[in-house]
């Protein structure tokens, strides 16, 4: 057989298929770009361009790697978010479609202010902050995250998309990143924090696992961390000021109570793409 692009995309997407993959051709295409340095139309032009020994053979280490369980994002290094491509190592989480749901929330939020200063709690990759970077200009933006690796990936992103000015870093625990600095206060806080219980996550799929544990271990009930945030929130919003954060599917009802329990009168659900509640906001309302 004549191991062409097309052949050995073909083959893949089929052995990929049946190892369980969600979505095997378009796994198989990443994979392959990645190894040939170059994109998935040119793939579909190049169809007819055999492949030598060493990209097979180095292909299929690849296939092997994904097979093992490593996140396809791990492997390339880089990972698509809204409408932009950033780079991803094992130091941080994979971005996921829901948390575009979180940035959009966010968004809308500030839209109809001229300016103003949001913070993120455990940036990882950077991504949320960069996003609304890019989609509210006039906002300054504080990151934290307890990792510092994550923090190397995220400032390598915000210099790839030119924010470097508009987003500073700090590295600590929550809120404890900020002791250095005189009482901020926040138009908005975002967060997507550690949600998921310890006893699940070695029930997990493999390439989850994968991922940096601290980023998504919640505690006991999953929600340990989110009520550390939403307890010590209120201390570093502005009056009219909003915390919007994702969560587990189930975790809504224990949000909407610890949020009113710390003073916020508004706690509203948002779903996911699969119809799950997935992103609370929480705000006071102004007497």
Not at 28 to 37: D, I, K, T, V
Not at 253 to 265: D, I, M, N, S, Y
Request: hydrophobic letters at 45%; aromatic letters at 8%.
């Amino acid at each position: 057989m004549n191991l062409t692009v097309g052949v050995v995309l073909k083959e893949t997407a089929r052995f990929f298929a049946k190892r369980g993959l969600e979505t095997p051709r378009l796994e198989a295409e990443l994979l392959l770009a990645h190894l040939l340095a170059t994109d998935r139309l040119r793939l579909y032009l190049d169809g007819d361009r055999p492949l030598n020994a060493n990209e097979i053979r180095e292909y299929k280490e690849l296939i092997r790697r994904r097979l093992s369980g490593q996140p396809l994002a791990y492997i390339t290094g880089k990972k698509s978010f809204l409408n932009w491509e950033f780079k991803i190592t094992p130091a941080v989480l994979v971005p996921r479609p829901e948390t575009e749901i979180l940035v959009e929330k966010v968004v809308e939020l500030c839209r109809s202010r001229s300016a103003g200063r949001l913070l993120e709690l455990g940036t990882g990759s950077g991504v949320i902050a960069i996003a609304l970077a890019h989609y509210l200009p006039a906002f300054q933006i504080d990151a934290v995250d307890l990792s510092p690796a994550a923090l190397q990936v995220a400032a390598a992103n915000a210099k790839a998309h030119g924010l470097t000015g508009r987003i500073n870093f700090y590295c600590g625990d929550l809120f404890a990143a900020l002791a250095g600095l005189d009482r901020p206060v926040y138009n908005g806080i975002v967060t997507n924090p550690p949600y998921i219980p310890t006893a699940v996550i070695p029930n997990l799929a493999p390439e989850v696992q994968s991922e940096p544990w601290t980023a998504l271990d919640g505690g006991p009930t999953g929600t340990e961390v989110i009520a550390r945030i939403i307890a010590e929130a209120p201390n570093y919003l502005a009056p009219a000021g909003f915390l919007a954060l994702e969560h587990g599917h189930e975790q809504f009802p224990v949000v909407e109570q610890l949020a009113k329990a710390a003073g916020f009168t508004t706690v509203l659900s948002y779903q996911d793409y699969s119809g799950w509640p997935r992103v609370a906001v929480c705000q006071r309302n102004l007497s």
